[in-house]
């Protein structure tokens, strides 16, 4: 049986440290276009993350799920509501700032890995730092290749790997930084279900291991069960959530979204 996290952060670890919210949405909109062809996205969202959980998030096409990622990865800016990283208020930083926080304490993976195909392992791990212009932490660099598996890998190129093994190496690279949160936008949606299972455990072992804390976007209810909990969008309205979820429950529920739901309150881990 796959471990649940309860929540706190492991001594260690990228979760928050300070106490605060990993994330929090507060009655966050986000509309695009204007007057009558105005589209609400994400209609009055409110949830949070504490730091230490993992957390998926599910909907029908067209529920908002992509929009819900990108305002809470500060991506993009709601267009109403605030979104908290660590209790810092995205909304009032400026776009540099905005840019350099979410290289610093936001860790994204993604169904392309987006790899550098001329960077070998070790040098697409440490790309954010050498972005910003920081030396690696050895010890940390060692205890995140060793936990994803690509101890023996560093020296190879992303062509001389496996699907799985490059989406380790995201893995990695999104940890690399000690980030407050991790967002996975369908990590297996381009991996056989073999591979999605090692990788889905890696994710859950980041939390559990590391007191990660993991947000990811996902279409496949086996792949939402290795979290604590699922959040359910429709309508770009938060309408249900499901803890220590099964495949099968999850599968239900996306089901009855069908059918349309009512909003629920603030979702909370």
């Known amino acids: 049986m796959r471990g649940r996290h309860t929540g706190g952060t492991v001594a260690g670890g990228g979760g928050g440290g300070n106490g605060a919210d990993a994330i929090r949405l507060e009655a966050v909109r986000k509309v695009y276009g204007t007057g009558r062809a105005a589209v609400a996205a994400l ?3 409110t949830a949070v993350f504490p730091p230490g959980g993992f957390t998926a998030v599910m909907g029908p096409s067209g529920s908002g799920k992509s929009t819900f990622l990108h305002c809470a990865a500060g991506l993009d ?16 930083l400026s776009e540099t700032a905005l840019t350099t926080l979410r290289r610093d304490r936001v860790g994204f993976v993604f169904q392309a890995f987006n790899l550098m195909s001329a960077l070998d392992v070790r040098d697409n791990i440490t790309l954010p730092l050498r972005l ?32 799985g093994q490059q989406q380790r190496v995201a893995i990695a690279r ?27 455990g890696l994710l859950r072992g980041v939390v559990d291991g590391l007191g990660q804390t993991v947000v990811m976007v996902t279409h496949d209810p086996v792949a939402a069960s290795y979290a604590d909990r699922v959040l359910f969008l429709a309508g770009g309205r938060l309408v249900d959530e499901l803890r220590a979820p099964t495949a099968e429950a999850i599968s239900h529920r996306m089901r009855g979204l069908r059918g349309g739901a009512e909003p629920v309150g603030v979702a909370r881990c």
């Open 43 to 45: 209609d009055g969202v």
């Open 77 to 92: 800016r709601p267009t109403e509501g605030r979104v908290l990283l660590g209790g810092v208020d995205l909304g009032q």
């Open 132 to 163: 910003a212009g920081r030396r690696p932490d050895g010890e940390w660099l060692t205890r995140i290749v060793s936990r994803v598996g690509l101890a023996d890998r560093l020296g190879h190129r992303p062509a001389e790997l496996s699907g």
């Open 174 to 200: 999104a940890l690399v930084t000690r980030p407050a949160v991790v967002f996975a936008d369908e990590p297996t949606g381009a991996l056989d279900a073999t591979t999605a299972h090692e990788v889905l």
